[in-house]
């Protein structure tokens, strides 16, 4: 994953979790995600870096770790598919 996906997912992360300073590693639920906070971020996710990411994803409670990794990987595989 290229250092600009992953500032792209916090700044995206951050910017819908609004989490308070030296909070940011908490997990999705933890910074208060919901149904409605999940699809703000996949659309997003989709907007900005032009990938598909599964919102069954931040169901699983991800930390900021966890979900630049599963960003960077819809990021990989999306070009992939456009590749082929």
Do not use: C, K, Y
């Amino acid at each position: 994953m290229t250092n600009s996906v992953e500032e792209t997912a916090t700044r995206i992360w951050t910017d819908i979790l609004r989490p308070a300073a030296g909070h940011e590693e908490h997990t999705f639920f933890a910074l208060g995600g919901q149904s409605v906070s999940a699809m703000r971020i996949v659309a997003r996710i989709e907007s900005e870096l032009g990938a598909e990411l599964d919102i069954r994803v931040l169901f699983e409670d991800p930390d900021l770790a966890a979900f630049r990794q599963a960003v960077g990987e819809a990021v990989d595989a999306a070009a992939e598919s456009s590749a082929a």
